[in-house]
């Protein structure tokens, strides 16, 4: 059987819930403006573009795209739409596709995003503690190149960019317990901000 019918107890799917949306807030509230060092707060304006990219968490947001539900609830009226770019496989440098895929930059160009939402990090995380600032460099292209190829289409594209969420300890034995991984996605995740704003001023 490939469904469950299993219901969760009321006060645990509430608390659940609860804290999937304070891990969004607590996201969005210290967000990495790369555009200076003392940038306010993000703000969504009215008719945004939003384009996600990312690897496994943000392309399951194609599937269960419950955050982008949260977001709309919130934003009557705004007129925001989301383009979800991602791709399980991808990384900050490397976006691997068949044949005649329409290449990423004229992708990008082609949604005509003013805001990008960046949610890299996990699979580069394996690389471990040296590959962290490898890492971080192909992070500051990235975003580099996003907001170039902006410009030259006259938008000032602002970025938000997430951290790989950490490893859930769910007691199962048939699971890992996080104490490997988590490490690792914090190497990576605690030096963006210095990362980012070099990058900038470079």
């Known amino acids: 059987m490939l469904a469950s019918t299993q219901q969760f107890p009321a006060p645990v799917f509430f608390k659940f819930i609860m804290r999937t949306i304070a891990f969004f807030i607590f996201t969005s509230a210290t967000l990495l403006s790369t555009k200076a060092a003392n940038a306010e707060a993000f703000r969504f304006q009215k008719g945004d573009v939003v384009a996600i990219y990312g690897n496994g968490l943000a392309d399951r947001m194609q599937h269960e795209p419950w955050v982008e539900t949260l977001l709309q609830k919130h934003l009557t009226g705004m007129e925001i739409s989301f383009r979800n770019m991602s791709f399980s496989g991808d990384t900050a440098d490397q976006k691997p596709r068949s044949k005649g895929f329409i290449d990423d930059e004229a992708y990008l160009q082609h949604v005509g995003p003013s805001v990008i939402f960046i949610m890299y990090g996990y699979n580069e995380s394996f690389k471990g503690e040296e590959g962290a600032s490898e890492y971080t460099r192909q992070l500051v292209e990235l975003v ?59």
Request: hydrophobic letters at 25%.
């Open 144 to 202: 580099e190149k996003y907001r170039r190829l902006r410009k030259e289409k006259g938008c000032d594209a602002r970025f938000v960019l997430f951290s790989p969420i950490a490893y859930e300890q769910t007691g199962s034995p048939n699971l890992p317990d996080g104490t490997q991984l988590n490490p690792l996605l914090s190497i990576s995740t605690d030096q963006l901000p210095s990362d980012l704003q070099r990058g900038k001023n470079n």
